[in-house]
Structures are given as C-alpha cells and as structure tokens.
C-alpha cells in the first residue's frame, strides 16, 4: 500500500493580504424585534435602578438617616399621631416596582414608533450605508 503526500511549500515575501470589506445598506428594522429588545433591555435597565435604590434605603436606614427623618416628619405634624411618621420600604419598592414596570412598556412603544419612523424615512432617503470589515 503507498500512500500520496501532497505538500505545497510557500517560499518568498510575506504577503499581508487588506481585510475583506462589504457594503451594506440598512434600510428597514423590523418593529417586532425592536419591541422584544427594548423590553428586556429596559427591563434589565429597570432592575439595576431598583436594586440600587434598594441598596441605598438600606444604608440610608443602617446610618439612622431614615429614622431621624422619620422624627422630623413627626415633629412637624405628619404622620399618625399614635405612631408616628414610618417609611414602609414594602410599600415604597411594590409601587417603584410597578411604575417600573409602566415606564418599561411605555418607553419599549416609543422605541416601536421610532423604529417605524425610521422604515418611513428610509424609504425616502434610501437608508443608512453600513461598510463591514472582517478582523484579522
């Protein structure tokens, strides 16, 4: 039995060959795929507010801010009078939460409108030419 080896040598300079380019056009974005971007994007954008938030009212109670607030809201008259002026954080985090929640919706529909804006405009102007470049 022979076997065959086929080897080719490269002798000579070094070529450095110029990365390959294409050019392309975007002209329409498909509102359906905007939508489901925008929500998580915002939803994910909504959840590092809350928690950070969340971490600052707990600092802010751990130094005592919270509490001597609580008595300055007393003295000048707000509050119930048996207890007192009380931050709920339940209460405060349930209703940031749902206005969250509100905005994450409401700002995802204004992305859907800007991506239809964009499809009627680049009908018009022919869209945005885009140059893609393979990396080396």
């Known amino acids: 039995m022979r076997a065959v080896l086929r080897t080719t040598e490269v002798t000579g300079g070094t070529e450095t060959r110029a990365p390959r380019q294409t050019k392309v056009v975007l002209s ?8 489901k971007f925008s929500l998580l994007f915002y939803f994910c954008l909504m959840l590092v507010f809350v928690f950070a938030l969340l971490i600052l009212y707990w ?5 005592g801010v919270l509490h ?11 509050g119930n009078r048996k207890t007192g ?11 940031l939460f749902l206005f969250g929640m509100v905005g994450v919706v409401v700002w995802s529909l204004v992305n859907v409108f800007v991506a239809l804006l964009f499809n009627l405009v680049s009908d ?13």
């Open 68 to 78: 001597s607030l609580s008595n300055l809201m007393t003295t000048i008259g707000l």
């Open 85 to 95: 002026f009380q931050f709920n954080g339940f209460y405060i985090f349930s209703r």
């Open 124 to 136: 018009v102007v022919g869209g945005i030419g885009v140059t893609l470049t393979e990396r080396r």
């Open 59 to 63: 600092v802010l109670s751990v130094i």
């Open 28 to 35: 329409q974005v498909h509102p359906w795929s905007v939508f």
